[in-house]
């Protein structure tokens, strides 16, 4: 091979690879609901304790342009699924002066993805939060972020990506202020999603 077409089979592999990063599409990734759990802590009788609990059924869609620092995220949560370990609060949270799930049965977050570290990882979501069929902004910091390709289970060679996500809120703000005065009103919600790459 020349010298000359050396180079130039070189600068045309760079200028691809250029492209290729520059160009990158966005990655679009479908949650996993065997695998993300939305968790909260709500207090109890003014201190008393503090009651604790998931839901159990979530959907979602995750939109990741890393080179772009950009994304979206959509999660749906199934609020007929709470769980606090107890059948009778389960039950009792669902009625109509608290949850109202009658009504109201899905809770959802959508933002945008934000504070994007050197890495190209995100730190922050930017969204608003819909619970009791009141829609208040709500930012969720990301504690943790991870994307790897799955090497075992039913996801093998499967990119996924992982992240733990928490905000607090007041539900007085959402409508939601049964025991108002009795009952502190701040929500600690969590968030464990994991979500695979779409085909």
């Not at 003014?46 to 979530?58: D, F, N, V, Y």
């Not at 949850?99 to 049965?105: I, N, Q």
Request: with cysteine; glycine share 8%; aromatic share 8%.
């Amino acid at each position: 091979m020349s010298r000359i077409l050396f180079f130039r089979l070189m600068a045309s592999m760079s200028l691809g690879a250029i492209v290729s990063v520059c160009c990158a599409d966005p990655v679009t990734y479908i949650i996993d609901p065997e695998h993300t759990f939305p968790s909260f802590e709500a207090d109890h009788a003014g201190g008393l304790s503090i009651w604790r609990g998931q839901i159990e059924q979530t959907t979602g869609v995750i939109i990741l342009d890393r080179e772009k620092k950009a994304g979206t995220v959509e999660i749906n949560m199934d609020i007929t699924s709470i769980d606090f370990g107890l059948e009778a609060m389960n039950e009792r949270a669902m009625e109509e002066d608290i949850l109202d799930v009658a009504r109201f049965p899905t809770a959802k977050y959508v933002g945008t993805f934000s504070d994007f570290k050197s890495n190209n990882e995100p730190s922050a979501i930017e969204g608003e939060f819909t619970l009791h069929g009141v829609t208040q902004p709500l930012r969720l910091a990301i504690n943790s972020f991870q994307c790897l390709v799955r090497e075992r289970g039913g996801n093998a060679g499967v990119e996924t990506c992982g992240a733990d996500a928490s905000a607090s809120f007041n539900r007085d703000d959402f409508g939601v202020d049964f025991g108002l005065g009795r009952h502190l009103q701040y929500v600690n919600l969590m968030i464990m999603v994991e979500a695979n790459r779409a085909e």
